[in-house]
């Protein structure tokens, strides 16, 4: 994937070599409007995919986002991002089984749903998950050669692509929500 930089370079996002975690795709009927999660009758939110695609939101953070969306990031490059580290994934070994998927009326939201683990995931466990997502990201070929690796993480690279926000959830009753908009402040 080619993309403009906002510092006027040409990326070419290796995804591949970043082997975050493995995943599937699904979608769900348009008629979802509500949905039974948790013992409990939740209300659906189609433009977010809360209620379709994860339980009600838990915990939320606004970690400090220094990049808007490059020019062309829209809803067919964030699925992409999405299919290529599902591809990277499950092509060989990874510690932590973990299903990706790009979420709402417009791919916007970023979901990352742990599989296989003990008991739900907590706030520490799901910002662990981001952290380490960070780590394997900076030393992606693509963001080394622009030498913002220090720079870059998994909340800056979501919003590059035009993700409005990262939610990691246990599927059940756990989700925990990043909101990686940048702000006018900043």
Known sequence: ???????????????LATGLVSACETSPM????NLVGAGALTEADAATGEGIYYPKVT????????????LG???QERQFFVDQINRAATTSERDIALVVQAVGTEN???????????????PYIAK?????MT??????????EMGISQEMDVYNMAAILGFDRIVVTDGRAFSYQADVVLSADN
């Open 1 to 15: 994937m080619i993309y403009k930089s906002p510092f006027g370079k040409v990326i070419a996002l290796s995804l």
């Open 30 to 33: 348009a008629s979802d409007t």
């Open 59 to 70: 915990l939320s953070d606004q970690p400090e986002i220094r990049f808007g969306p490059i």
């Open 73 to 75: 990031a829209g809803p």
């Open 108 to 122: 916007q939201t970023l979901l990352f749903m742990p599989l296989n683990r003990d008991g739900s995931p907590t």
């Open 128 to 132: 662990a998950m981001l952290a380490r």
């Open 135 to 144: 780590s394997v990201l900076r030393f992606a070929p693509a963001i080394t």
